[in-house]
């Protein structure tokens, strides 16, 4: 049996880079899987790929956000694990970012978290069932550097909503846990790269040669240990935020 055999996994940013991996990764593991994109054409060719439900959802909308865990408890009579996944990583800086980029960072990277994860708590305690949740956070909930200033204050945000929702649903067995994953080698990555650090096409080449392990963070690594988290084989652990990085955050040379 796979870690995940029986279970009903909604995957929300599931269409691209991190998440569609853990999409993957969970299916590989047994799971049911459903996930949700914005763009209809990308997540119906995962879906064809993959047989994994697409949800069609904007999740800067709470109501949608919300509407994405109804949507699969509808189609498939429960949610059992969820992924937050979904994340904007548009640059801004603190004496740039503008009301609208910031309020843009916390619609995507905290409050549609915060409602996915109240369709999913509300359908876990009406059935009297346990549940896990893994959250996708980043590094830059411990600060982050200049030009991700909105983006590090919403992530800084989900770390602590993580931990106060692990807390608050506890005596439900409900698990809940965060990655605070590192720089990491997706599609998504090298798009932001070329559009914001005007880089070449051997950025990835010359960044992964200057980190420690010689490489960038791997979505396939990030997504079997997010299954793990969200399986029965990580046992009791809940409120934890990891740090998935190569960098030790504390540390000087």
């Not at 949608?64 to 949507?71: L, P, T, Y």
């Not at 843009?104 to 009297?128: C, E, L």
């Not at 698990?175 to 051997?202: K, M, P, S, V, Y």
Request: charged share 20%.
């Amino acid at each position: 049996m796979g870690l995940l055999e029986d279970k009903v996994v909604l995957v929300n940013g599931g269409s691209q880079g991190v998440g569609a991996g853990i999409v993957r990764a969970a299916i590989h593991e047994g799971a049911t899987v459903a996930f949700t994109g914005r763009r209809a054409e990308i997540g119906e060719e995962l879906a064809k790929d993959t047989g994994a439900h697409f949800v069609r959802a904007d999740l800067a909308d709470p109501a949608q956000a919300r509407g994405s865990v109804e949507q699969v408890v509808a189609a498939h009579g429960r949610v059992d694990c969820l992924v937050n996944a979904a994340g904007l990583t548009s640059r801004g800086s603190l004496l740039n970012t503008t009301p609208e980029l910031f309020d843009a960072h916390v619609a995507i990277n905290v409050r549609a978290p915060f409602f996915a994860m109240q369709g999913a708590v509300a359908d876990m305690t009406a059935r009297k069932a346990p549940g896990t949740i893994v959250n996708i956070i980043s590094n830059c909930a411990h600060g982050g550097p200049p030009h991700l200033a909105p983006y590090s204050t919403a992530k800084a945000g989900l770390s602590g909503l993580t931990r106060n929702a692990a807390h608050a649903h506890r005596w439900d067995r409900i698990r809940i846990n965060g990655l605070n994953i590192g720089w990491t080698d997706t599609e998504g990555e090298d798009a932001t790269q070329r559009a914001f650090h005007d880089a070449g096409d051997d950025w990835l080449e010359k960044a992964a040669a200057a980190q420690p392990m010689g490489k960038l963070g791997q979505v396939d690594e990030i997504a079997d240990f997010v299954v793990f988290l969200l399986s029965d084989r990580s046992g009791v652990v809940t409120g934890s935020v990891i740090d998935w990085d190569q960098i030790v955050f504390g540390g000087t040379d």
